[in-house]
């Protein structure tokens, strides 16, 4: 079995037509591709209407999508009936225009909270992407392009996974967005994402597979410990592709969920770095996860990467890591810290529970665009990774407005 | 029964003196002041060495204590043998310099981690800290400024307490530091802060009044969401004062450790806005206390406060009300916000579920420097209050370095 990465995105699926388009900070993309779809909602109590409504299209849909529409430039969240309306509205207009069953398009929203949707303006933007709809790349360049809100680059990924040399396989291509408001919770989505694949596999297996993804992928990135409202993965299979194992779709749709998790790090509002944090040798995995995601959770640890600062912090790591309510013991005197960057080699920072004399290294190793720590526990066997950036200035400027 | 604040800070406590110095960063203060002690210590499982070594001396030395020595400029954190040593060390010598027992002395220490402590520095200055023990108010402020490290200004707090207008009543007075690094967890103490009275008061009735009036107070700000391997809070009890009530002791002891809260909350790091959340009519106080504080933690309602985007924090504020996830269920339609600032007169941003059309008024409303955000659940009669402050480019800038 061999998973490749492909180009694409989402049209990398037999079966798959996207577009989109964007005036402003209003954009609209639009997705056709049949088949069964599972999805993973935000679990914010105050869930956004086109939330609301797609989790009940999946359910009285029968399971099944025929397209999905986007916007950006409002979340239509805390929108009360109106808000539902206008979600219901979207289907109806995506249903007439492509002739398929309301009850099998699905609505997501990305924006500022609280304002109402300009319908009229939705209206007319579907129109013309209706026209623009291919199965070319540039259409998932599109549609993802569409969705961007305050992300500086667009979010594809595809991979083709093959039994043989014979290149018969099946693909699974995602669009994302999502730089700032990310905090996902365990078993929850994040951000929008769409995916799809032509691999042929039954709803049971299509859900499990992307719980597991979401959860070493998504649910490992954070940027501001924030949760949206509006959070949504949605994963359609076409089944026009080959046949697969659950478990070979399982790895390569966990390299989509991956890669795509890692574009969001590193597109993290007002980042100059991407940071990677693998926790080794944990008790558990879940030990593992809330030691990594709680240490690219700390501002303080966010704010000494920025200002390059190992001693500062290594030390902030320590608290942080005592702090995981959820942890069991945690025993200082054999924690290691190790950092590796993509501009100097790596240094040992903490050795067993000590901070290692790094006088004149100290600054250098932080130089990088791109940071690995690791952190060994050495209380057990299992790791986890997770990814977001540093805290900047920028950070601070793109929130204020 | 009357609460009246009184100046002095620890020293208008019967039985108590206090002094200190500060040379660049690195500061020491003593107090001296025998009596029943209690303490509540970080949940943090790293826990510097002095948190530990104080924790054991209340519970070995029989609950009590005749002295506090506190450090500045080094915090004692992942130290091994050699960071308990020196804590035990500089009890030696405040044992030595008093003529108290070497059981009876507190440690605390606050600064960077994963340094070894200056012991011939501390020497020297509790030298000259004990010639300067004094009774008198400014022994109080000089101890207050010894231990500040990004703190902007000195905190203290003193209340009498009295039964009648003869005025023969008793005392609580506290200092702390803390602006940085600040994100209590629920039962365990913040930051330092040494509390003394005059009171004549059973460990037991000691301990409640402290657990009761640290959940009302330090564990309801936010800085950062941060926790420290260094918090702690102590509370002395000398005797020397007259005679109150249980209930009457805790009301005052709320009086000053709410006023310390409030002026951490006012000194976060690069803060320019002091906000306090009361979210009220909620189900449970716990409930009430979990979204207050989620408010005040939120980096993007920060952001959005220190904009002064009034349609972003109130947008912010429902999502993040949504995320708490130990809260039962939240019904977005009721959920109203009004603000109150010290500038301008108050505003109803969200009434029942519905943003209000405030153009023009939007901006002016978060101009001012204290800000207070009512959120009113409407779905019970308990509220909560906790207390925070905006999210700037001087937090990054304080914490790059």
Request: proline share 1%; hydrophobic share 45%; aromatic share 4%.
């Amino acid at each position: 079995m061999k998973i490749e990465a492909v180009r694409g995105g989402i049209c990398a699926v037999k079966g798959v037509r996207a577009y989109g388009l964007k005036e402003g900070n209003k954009g609209l993309a639009l997705i056709e591709g049949k088949g069964i779809a599972v999805g993973m909602f935000t679990l914010n109590k105050i869930k956004a209407a086109p939330v609301r409504f797609t989790e009940q299209q999946l359910e009285n849909g029968g399971g099944r999508l025929s397209a999905i529409i986007a916007n950006s430039g409002g979340a239509n969240s805390f929108t009360g009936d109106k808000g539902m309306k206008n979600a219901e509205k979207m289907a109806e207009l995506v249903s007439a225009s492509l002739g398929v069953r309301k009850a099998e398009v699905a609505v997501a929203s990305t924006g500022h909270i609280g304002k109402q949707l300009d319908m009229e303006l939705i209206e007319r933007q579907l129109g013309e992407v209706v026209k623009g709809l291919t199965a070319e790349e540039t259409g998932s360049t599109a549609a993802a392009k569409a969705i961007m809100t305050t992300d500086t680059f667009l979010k594809e990924q595809a991979v083709s996974i093959n039994q043989n040399d014979e290149g018969d396989g099946v693909a699974i291509g995602g669009i994302a967005k999502g730089s700032g408001m990310i905090f996902p919770h365990l078993n929850t989505a994040t951000m929008l994402c769409f995916i799809y694949t032509d691999a042929s596999l039954g709803a049971e297996a299509l859900r499990m597979s992307l719980k597991d993804a979401i959860d070493n992928s998504f649910n490992m990135v954070v940027v501001d410990g924030d949760m949206s409202t509006n959070d949504l993965v949605l994963l359609v299979s076409t089944g026009k592709g080959g046949e697969i194992s659950e478990e070979d779709f399982k790895a390569g749709l966990n390299v989509v969920c991956t890669e795509l998790a890692k574009q969001m790090a590193q597109d993290g509002e007002g980042a100059t770095k991407f940071i990677a944090v693998r926790v080794k040798r944990a008790a558990s995995v879940e030990d593992a996860r809330e030691i990594a995601r709680a240490i690219v959770r700390s501002p303080l640890v966010k704010c000494a990467i920025f200002g390059e600062r190992l001693d500062l912090t290594c030390g902030r790591i320590i608290a942080t890591i005592g702090s995981c309510t959820t942890v069991g013991e945690v025993d200082p005197g054999v924690i290691s810290i190790n950092v590796k960057s993509d501009k100097e080699k790596e240094v040992l920072a903490v050795d067993k529970g000590a901070f290692v004399d790094l006088s004149g290294v100290a600054r250098g190793i932080l130089n990088g665009k791109e940071l690995l720590i690791e952190v060994d526990m050495d209380v057990g066997d299992v790791e986890a990774t997770a990814w977001g950036c540093d805290l900047t200035y920028d950070y601070v400027r793109i929130n204020v407005a």
